[in-house]
């Protein structure tokens, strides 16, 4: 069986891992979390970042820098994990779900300021697939309602948009290093900060609510109680092993993005005699190769390529189910205006293929080969 996923080890791992075990420095915030810190910022041109134990986490932190309060509104696409939506139900406010756009899957830019009421306290996008969502028109509308945007970039370390990496385009960003992710440790996450007020207020979070980090620096004679807060920072063995990824993510992208190509070269005329649809990137975003999707011409043929991959000892797997009309999501949010038609679309049609560094030629050959040979008519 070809795997959706298959983790890849970057070539210092193991030896980063036995330093770090040997260091005896295994608890949170020691030489590799600040290696790995640094690198994330470099990657994504944030000001600073914290690494956490999930990018679920880092989300969970955004709510509570944003200081939501029941009843307070944070917009954000239906078609994205639960994650996004549970770090604002968390704190009592509501997740306000916007339809995405057919093309990219993206929060639909054009939908938000109809979805902006005075309970509206953020705005959080998702860049699908690390395809950016339209940040000047989404920056432009928190500008003028005086909201503060969150990209939830989990998929998109190493993406661009207008040249600018992601993760430096709202006032924070999260990152996921799950073991699905293109650089990973099995379950991590960072939280990004561009602004330095939040960072500090971060910093204090992460840390049970204390300014332990600020004592360690020298800065206080003692660490005390100072805000609320929660244990959100990773072991620097886990930190050992993303540093060593975060070291290698040239060569990870290189391989990513060769067998991103050959699908979407490979696939092109099939696609298009068959009606499916293959990503969209537009001329102004710079994508990591995180996923490769199609979009199949309805429900049956989702299921019916996924099942005649499986056949084919491919897996493959569907994405997203829309988070407006989940039962968690009817209880706790709400659907802006006429509701989220196109993430019930292509929720139902979308099928992801195998996509990891270290993919055999031979292994990418059976791969296209599988979807070319599947049966739309019968
Ligand atoms: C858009 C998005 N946000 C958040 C997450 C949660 O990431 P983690 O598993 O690191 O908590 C995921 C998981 O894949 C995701 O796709």
């Known amino acids: 069986m070809i795997p959706f996923n298959r983790p890849f080890v970057?070539?210092?791992?193991?030896?980063?891992?036995?330093?770090?075990?040997?260091?005896?420095?295994?608890?949170?915030?020691?030489?590799?979390?600040?290696?790995?810190n640094t690198l994330v910022s470099e990657l994504t041109g944030g000001l600073g970042s914290l690494l956490t134990t999930s990018c679920t986490h880092a989300l969970e932190m955004t709510a509570?820098?944003?200081?939501?309060?029941?009843?307070?509104?944070?917009?954000?696409?239906?078609?994205?994990?639960?994650?996004?939506?549970?770090?604002v139900a968390l704190r009592g406010a509501v997740p306000v779900f916007v339809d995405c756009r057919p093309d990219t899957l993206n929060?639909?830019?054009?939908?938000?300021?109809?979805a902006v009421t005075d309970r509206t306290k953020a705005i959080m996008v998702v860049h699908y697939a690390g395809v950016a969502c339209e940040m000047d028109t989404i920056n432009a509308i928190a500008g003028r309602h005086g909201l503060v945007v969150i990209?939830?970039?989990?998929?998109?370390?190493?993406?661009?948009?207008?040249?600018?990496?992601?993760?430096?385009?709202?006032?924070?960003?999260?990152?996921?290093?799950?073991?699905?992710?293109?650089?990973?440790?099995?379950?991590?996450?960072?939280?990004?900060?561009?602004?330095?007020?939040?960072?500090?207020?971060?910093?204090?979070?992460?840390?049970?609510?204390?300014?332990?980090?600020?004592f360690f620096r020298g800065m206080v004679d003692k660490y005390r109680w100072v805000d609320i807060g929660?244990?959100?920072?990773?072991?620097?063995?886990?930190?050992?092993?993303?540093?060593?990824?975060?070291?290698?993510?040239?060569?990870?992208?290189?391989q990513r993005h060769a067998v991103w190509s050959a699908y979407h070269e490979r696939l092109a005329g099939w696609a298009g005699e068959h009606g499916v649809s293959r990503p969209t990137v537009p001329a102004e975003c710079a994508h990591p190769a995180h996923l490769y999707y199609l979009l199949m011409p309805g429900l049956e043929h989702q299921q019916g390529l996924i099942a005649h991959l499986k056949d084919q000892g491919v897996q493959a797997t569907f994405h997203y189910v829309p988070l407006?009309?989940?039962?968690?999501?009817?209880?706790?949010?709400?659907?802006?205006g006429d509701g989220c038609p196109v993430t019930d679309d292509v929720s139902a049609r979308l099928v992801r293929l195998p996509l990891?560094?270290?993919?055999a030629d031979a292994e990418l050959d059976r791969v296209v080969a599988a979807v070319r040979s599947y049966p739309f008519g019968s």
């Open 324 to 336: 407006h009309s989940a039962p968690a999501g009817e209880r706790y949010g709400r659907a802006a």
């Open 107 to 114: 929060l639909d830019e054009a939908l938000v300021e109809a």
């Open 356 to 359: 990891f560094a270290g993919m």
């Open 10 to 36: 970057a070539p210092q791992e193991r030896a980063y891992l036995t330093q770090a075990v040997e260091s005896g420095h295994t608890s949170g915030d020691g030489p590799f979390t600040r290696r790995a």
């Open 230 to 254: 929660s244990s959100y920072l990773p072991s620097d063995l886990l930190a050992a092993m993303l540093t060593a990824q975060l070291e290698g993510f040239a060569g990870i992208q290189e």
């Open 151 to 214: 990209e939830d970039n989990a998929h998109g370390l190493g993406g661009s948009y207008r040249g600018r990496p992601l993760g430096s385009l709202g006032a924070m960003a999260t990152q996921s290093f799950h073991v699905t992710k293109n650089v990973q440790c099995g379950e991590g996450g960072a939280l990004v900060l561009n602004d330095a007020a939040l960072l500090e207020r971060a910093e204090i979070i992460r840390e049970k609510g204390t300014n332990r980090s600020q």
């Open 64 to 87: 509570l820098l944003l200081d939501l309060e029941p009843g307070d509104e944070v917009i954000m696409p239906s078609f994205t994990f639960v994650s996004t939506a549970n770090a």
